[in-house]
């Protein structure tokens, strides 16, 4: 069963860069695509990106401009970066498995979603 | 990309049955069979209910249901019980493969 962790900074300064990195275990990152999500205080939930294993990503338009996903097979590890973060940008961050494609001929093609095995999720603030 | 509809707030009584609906475009729910509902309970991290529209991962209750209509898909709890009080929350596959959420149900058990 494979367990996700989210680790990284709880505050982050106003127009600095927000980092953070999933530590994937019980399991290989290989073969699948990895999301992150986040949630405001008492809002809903956010999609921010996925990445497949092969290094192949997707935004959110509404964050694409800010936004870097990337992986580390060796330590099987998913990372996020959010450049020049306000506010608006507190949340939990979850990093999350998505089980959404499929294979034609060898070649795996990102077909829907869902998020099967999820982490706890981190909570960053922005502040000054 | 615009968040899917979702009413913010239901409820039942126990062994009722109630329905959450999460309307979309023909560029999400519309297009694709790839809905998914979440169940989160306070302070947790969400727990996938229902993938591609009807489909229950293994673990599930059968009380649990998805299904949908054009440009909205449902779903459906029966035989309410107090645990099943919590947020719930719809995402589509969209037709620029990104990933777009509902704003999220609250469901009160009465």
């Known amino acids: 069963q494979e367990q996700l962790q989210e680790s990284g900074p709880g505050l982050v300064k106003p127009s600095e860069t927000l980092s953070l990195t999933c530590n994937v275990s019980?399991?290989?990152?290989?073969?699948?695509?990895w999301t992150w999500i986040r949630q405001p205080p008492g809002k809903g939930l956010e999609w921010i990106g996925y990445?497949?294993?092969?290094?192949?990503?997707n935004y959110n338009p509404s964050l694409k401009s800010r936004v870097t996903i990337s992986l580390d097979t060796s330590k099987n590890q998913i990372s996020l970066k959010l450049t020049s973060v306000t506010a608006a940008d507190t949340a939990v961050y979850y990093c999350a498995r998505d089980l959404g494609f499929t294979r034609v001929r060898g070649v795996v093609i990102k077909l829907g979603t869902y998020f099967d095995y999820w982490g706890q999720g981190t909570l960053v603030t922005v502040s000054s | 990309q615009s968040a899917l509809t979702q009413p913010a707030s239901v409820s039942g009584s126990p062994g009722q049955s109630i329905t959450i609906s999460c309307t979309g475009s023909?560029?999400?729910?519309?297009?694709?069979?790839?809905v998914s509902w979440y169940q989160q309970h306070p302070g947790k991290a969400p727990k996938l209910m229902i993938y591609?529209?009807?489909n229950r991962p293994s673990g599930v209750s059968n009380r649990f249901s998805g299904s949908k209509s054009g440009n909205t898909a449902s779903l459906t709890i029966s035989g309410l019980q107090p645990e099943d009080e919590a947020d719930y929350y719809c995402?589509?596959?969209?037709?620029?493969?990104?990933?777009?959420f509902g704003g999220g149900t609250k469901l009160t058990v009465l």
């Open positions: 990445i497949h294993y092969t290094g192949g990503t």
């Open positions: 019980g399991g290989s990152i290989n073969s699948y695509y």
């Open positions: 023909s560029s999400d729910v519309g297009g694709y069979n790839y």
């Open positions: 591609d529209v009807t």
């Open positions: 995402t589509s596959f969209t037709t620029i493969s990104t990933v777009v």
